[in-house]
């Protein structure tokens, strides 16, 4: 059973900095690309980044400049360095196997102006 756990979440203030971490249990996480997605409150979830195996990267254009995504396989953890926060990247963030339709449970972060 594939298991993803996401933490860091939290509240900070407009242009402050949080760390998501996704931990991905099995022996699945080195041989797939993963995602980071987002659900504000009345929307629809959304694409925020992507990481291939290779660690090739893509990110959705209101966040390039500001998030970075990371892997560790290693540890089997998937990263999101978000910096420079605005009030409008308030959401539950969850990660995602790129190919697969397991989702993590997510992990809320707000930003206060």
């Known amino acids: 059973q594939v298991q993803l756990v996401e933490s860091g979440g939290g509240s900070v203030q407009a242009g402050g900095s949080l760390r998501l971490s996704c931990v991905v249990s099995?022996?699945?996480?080195?041989?797939?690309?993963m995602n980071w997605f987002r659900q504000a409150p009345g929307k629809e979830r959304e694409f925020v980044a992507y990481?291939?195996?290779?660690?090739?990267?893509s990110y959705a254009d209101s966040v390039k400049g500001r998030f970075t995504i990371s892997r560790d396989n290693a540890l089997n953890i998937l990263y999101l360095q978000m910096n420079s926060l605005k009030p409008e990247d308030t959401a539950v963030y969850y990660c995602?196997?790129?190919?697969?339709?397991?989702w993590g449970q997510g992990t809320q972060v707000t930003v206060s102006s």
């Open positions: 995602k196997i790129n190919s697969l339709d397991y």
């Open positions: 099995g022996t699945i996480f080195s041989v797939n690309a």
């Open positions: 990481i291939s195996t290779s660690r090739t990267t």
